[in-house]
């Protein structure tokens, strides 16, 4: 996985041992505000880099199982057909759109904070299925079936966010949008395009 999705590799090494050590330290949601957990009271106090810092927080290991294994498989699938920097923008573009819109629909009412990955893995699925959809004529089966897949993960998860209400659905809406507009404009890595051609 280090040679063929180097960034997502790095990822969930970063997010696992920032996990692990506010763990040790004694977990909580006071540790993971002053980690760096999105806040619309200290967003609000300018420290904006919250919006970027918390999608390497996760609130348990459930949390932290769900988002790491979502983030191999769309991370991992993502990086090695589109390539590491385009990940790297999807990544934090949408994670940053997700911080946000949670700021702005779920935070400024309930004062409560939010950590997680989740925005910006929705970003990246997002920008599959936009990529994928706007290719959909040329595509061949197996691509198709995973576009299905991906817009049935899309929607199932969409639907847990709306009827779970520990779930910031706001979060994943925002990467989500964000994912689609940059799936629009990516395309795929070099050696991909000299293979089609």
């Known amino acids: 996985m280090r040679i063929r999705a180097?960034?997502?590799?790095?990822?969930?090494?970063v997010i696992g041992v920032v996990f692990a050590l506010d763990t040790l330290l004694g977990g909580g949601s006071h540790p993971l505000l002053a980690w760096g957990a999105d806040s619309a009271r200290a967003v609000?106090?300018?420290?904006?880099?919250?919006?970027?810092?918390?999608?390497?927080l996760h609130i348990g290991l459930v949390?932290?199982?769900?988002?790491?294994?979502?983030?191999?498989?769309?991370?991992?699938?993502?990086?090695?057909?589109?390539?590491?920097?385009?990940?790297?923008?999807?990544?934090?573009?949408?994670?940053?759109?997700?911080?946000?819109?949670?700021?702005?629909?779920?935070?400024?009412?309930?004062?409560?904070?939010s950590a997680g990955a989740s925005g910006a893995i929705f970003g990246i699925l997002g920008a599959?299925?936009?990529?994928?959809?706007?290719?959909?004529?040329?595509?061949?089966?197996?691509a198709k079936s995973l576009l299905f897949q991906l817009l049935l993960w899309a929607a199932i998860n969409v639907y847990l966010g709306f009827t779970v209400a520990v779930i910031d659905n706001a979060a994943h809406l925002g990467g989500f949008a964000a994912g689609l507009v940059?799936?629009?404009?990516?395309?795929?890595?070099?050696?991909?395009?000299?293979?089609?051609?």
């Open 6 to 13: 180097p960034l997502t590799a790095l990822l969930l090494a």
């Open 63 to 113: 949390h932290l199982a769900v988002n790491g294994w979502a983030l191999y498989q769309l991370g991992t699938l993502f990086e090695i057909w589109l390539g590491s920097v385009r990940l790297a923008v999807v990544f934090f573009a949408a994670g940053i759109a997700g911080s946000l819109t949670s700021l702005v629909f779920t935070l400024a009412a309930t004062d409560g904070i």
């Open 128 to 142: 599959l299925i936009s990529f994928l959809a706007l290719r959909r004529g040329s595509l061949r089966p197996e």
């Open 182 to 197: 940059l799936g629009l404009v990516l395309r795929e890595r070099a050696v991909f395009r000299r293979v089609q051609s």
């Open 44 to 56: 609000a106090a300018g420290q904006w880099w919250r919006l970027v810092t918390s999608l390497f």
